[in-house]
DNA sequence: GTTGACCGTGCAATACTTCTGCATGATTGA
DNA sequence: TCAATCATGCAGAAGTATTGCACGGTCAAC
């Protein structure tokens, strides 16, 4: 609805060049160059200026994106007014979020929204929460379920509205015959010893285990690497170390496993939020799956939950 | 900048039939009800519904269009900051208006603007009233000078923002040997009983010289209709009728007629007023028409101006 | 200093989106 | 009942954006 080569835009000041943006943004060079060229005409100002082999943008391109979150917000108020005018809407609501989230939590929000908005159509898309920031705004997912981890937009970007949603604690996995595993709590230090099986370095969860281990004041040893919570249980299970799962997480039986809850203080956890286009709260269909979500979050975490254990 | 589809929805909206906004448009019927399909589909309401042979706004479409205003506020405000930051901002200005102010007016202003920002262009296009506002709204015109007629945009519309101008007096054209050519003013009233030359009906100058005899108290009897000042004023001179000129107009010479000043209550002038985009007050070149412009005014109304016989 | 890698931009060919022209079905008023 | 008017769908045409490639410029390492 607004322009989208202001995305173009935002997105080479983010990268620094016209060659990272066009690839993040799965364009040529070329065409990112042709098109900043037409939007500067199209507003009589330089936006772009040679900078060594890159480029610089200058201070009105500054403003500019600057300025332009508030009408990207001010659209998406509109919409959502719109949407509210229509007691037909088909009110498409896309969400997104990482596998853990996309299993445990989306699927009764979307049931919900079903529920309460027959003619809408609700998609799920299962996505790294990097990854469902750019859907977010390049506008193919319409609220995000994320992990909290470095490098995400900050809660006060003003391109998003975020909100707490859960705190999914983390519990030691070990081997059923281990000696942790007859506790019914555990310290993270206590296991500093262990050999570690993590996640592909780089990924989200490898980031929250290393940071989980530094703040209880150890390095893990990394003996493996397991992409999926499946290998991890098998690996555990042959006795060849120990990992971090979130409660969230299922994992799936016929392992001789055990969850063990870490406490700490605090409580080792990955924080979980949601997040939508600053603007678009009001969207029926988005606010009921808001609510959904937080109810959701809400039977997940409730004390006395006994089917963790799996 | 803003979908250009919310555009076409207005004018659907402004004209009742999807056929009447594509001859206003210069499109097919076709192509705007394709637009106007994506637009709702884009959105995920229903913009039009069937009404009889036409179509009908939904409640949806008419919160869209309402709100909408309020963003194109927004992005000519944004606009101008950017081209407040930007110190070489080439700055196109884009200058219409209604014949007379085109040549009494805008030269002046457009020359002010080019000397205030070298590198910027001016341009100035001669158009209707009804044409400026159409220019502005389609970004083909930056600042409109308009005389105020029936049926144009009010002074409230959130789409302009609109300040008065000028009050252009109005003359009554008398051959030389007229009774009333010795007089220093003359009421309107006096000269009910002339024939009149006025402009082509539709005009708006011919629409202005009726409501200034009805609010005189006649209906004049129109003899002859000349569409361009030269023209009338050969025909006072060949003692064919009288007629009335705003004072702003400057009239060929080599003719034996006079022009006699108006008085009355209120003393019969057309109003000459500005419009802008609104929101685009602060771009920097516009700023400084619209100051050139006020002058231009003041100077084009000061008193003892003797250059007005001509 | 020179070389090689990298970056942004311009140009012609191409892929895509949008518009047109016409046919169809529906509705209104004579 | 008939003619006029309107919105819409579809296939082809027009226009716009994108690609692929080549060029000139900049930086860093040797």
New interface residues.
Partial sequence: ???PRLQVLRVVAARGTVTAAAHDLSYTPSAVSHQLRGLAR?????LLEPDGRGVRL???????LE??D??YA??E???A??????P?????VRLCGFSTAAAALLPSVAARVRAAHPRSTVRIIEADPTECFELLLAEQADLAVVVAVPGLPSTTDPRFEQESVLDDPLDLLVPTDHPLATRSSVLLREAADESWILDRPGSPFHQLTQTACATAGFSPFVAHEAAEWETGAALVDAGLGVGLVPRLARLPGGYRITRVPLRGDPTPARHIRSSIRRGSRRQPALATALTALAEAARRSSAPGRTDWQI
Same sequence: chains 1, 2.
């Fill in positions: 609805m607004i322009d199209d507003l009589g100002v330089t200058t201070a009105a391109a500054r403003v500019l300025r332009a508030e009408l001010r659209w108020e509109i919409h007014e719109v949407a509210e005018a229509d037909e809407a088909a009110g498409a």
